[in-house]
């Protein structure tokens, strides 16, 4: 693994103390010319063992990192190889099958590079293998988990969010891309899917000096928190939804409305958890905790599920998963555009409340 800039510069440092004849450069200034010079080697030192490192992760053949590596150098639509029955064209390059860019320009290359996310898996038998099983579960569980077999996850990025790549004909060619270039025998599942259904609520205790709530929303809160769902019953199709009579800036900063700290902080977690990352109940809360004007967050009810397909019947029963710490979205990623949240903003007025 790399060393950091940090680690490098102190070993550099702990060198020269070594060397009497270099006792001069003493200068304390962090713009000393010495010191300075000792930043550019350390930097270009851990750009090569940067280098160095990749090279070590991608350079042995069909691993979990090279069918990663393979899957974010495919380029969509690549001139076609007339002797080739799957319509691509690779090349023989630097000890790997690649695609032949010769004459595209950067702009080019870039846009046909249509892999931006990717995540490479795979299930062992010790993993499922139960020895106390008898010889029929473990067959089941064998192939029910399929086992030996090589996930490939894949998304790309539209409109500056993460989105599957288009479905049958990209998802098509990178299919017999990869076919092309596995070993023979090895079986690799493909996929690339809709965002996971994601459907959170949250009781919030705020500061009632930064956020703002309209005063008569307080009762719908504060019933919210003293009475389960499962306790409030169904709404009647001739009834409103008192939640739709909610003053739409209750959770925004009092100097700023555009701001929703809990949301914001909500969405920016999810944002940046990496593709086939894990969403963690405690990370998510942390993140609210950080947030402008926000005291004590309390994560209630978490709810998902895969997408459907566009031709489907929407799923209307997410599974509850509240009780699970952590958890990897099927997608690898999560809709942000259907993302729902719930909301009960409480001000935090604990010296003022009975004991």
Avoid at 96 to 103: A, E, H, I, L, V
Avoid at 221 to 247: C, F, N, R, V, W
Avoid at 260 to 276: G, M, S, T, Y
């Amino acid at each position: 693994m790399a060393r950091t800039i940090a680690e490098i510069q102190k070993e550099i440092l702990d060198e020269k103390g070594k060397q009497p004849s270099l006792e001069k450069l003493n200068n304390d200034s962090k713009t000393a010319i010495w010191k300075l010079w000792i930043n550019i080697v350390a930097t270009a030192i851990w750009v090569h063992e940067k280098i160095v490192e990749k090279n070590a992760l991608i350079s042995r053949p069909h691993t979990l990192n090279w069918y990663r590596e393979q899957a974010l150098n495919f380029h969509y639509g690549m001139p076609i190889d007339p002797d080739s029955s799957n319509e691509m064209f690779l090349v023989w390059r630097d000890g790997s099958y690649q695609f032949d860019t010769t004459g595209l320009t950067e702009s080019e290359i870039e846009d046909s590079k249509i892999i931006k996310h990717c995540a490479v898996s795979e299930i062992d038998l010790e993993t499922v293998l139960n020895p106390a099983s008898e010889p029929k579960e473990i067959l089941s569980d064998y192939f029910h988990n399929k086992v030996g077999v090589v996930f490939i996850k894949v998304a790309t990025v539209k409109d500056q969010k993460i989105s599957r790549i288009d479905v049958p004909n990209q998802l098509f060619a990178f299919k017999e891309y990869i076919a092309k270039i596995k070993d023979a025998g090895n079986q690799v599942y493909i996929s690339s899917d809709q965002g996971d259904i994601l459907k959170l609520k949250l009781n919030v205790y705020i500061d009632p000096l930064s956020i703002y709530i309209n005063p008569k929303d307080l009762e719908y809160y504060q019933s919210k928190i003293s009475t389960p769902d499962s306790d409030l019953g169904l709404i009647a199709a001739d009834e409103s939804d008192p939640k739709d009579d909610l003053d739409p800036f209750n959770g925004s900063l009092i100097s700023d409305s555009d701001v929703f700290p809990v949301l914001d902080a909500i969405k920016d977690h999810l944002k940046n958890i990496e593709f086939n990352g894990a969403f963690v109940k405690t990370y998510l809360v942390d993140a609210i905790q950080k947030a402008q004007g926000i005291k004590i967050p309390i994560l209630t009810k978490v709810q998902t599920n895969a997408a459907t397909n566009p031709s489907d019947e929407p799923n209307t029963s997410p599974s509850d998963v509240t009780k699970i710490e952590y958890f990897i979205p099927k997608a690898g990623y999560f809709d942000l555009e259907n993302l729902e949240v719930e909301v009960n903003y409480i001000p935090y007025t604990f010296y003022r409340d009975k004991q």
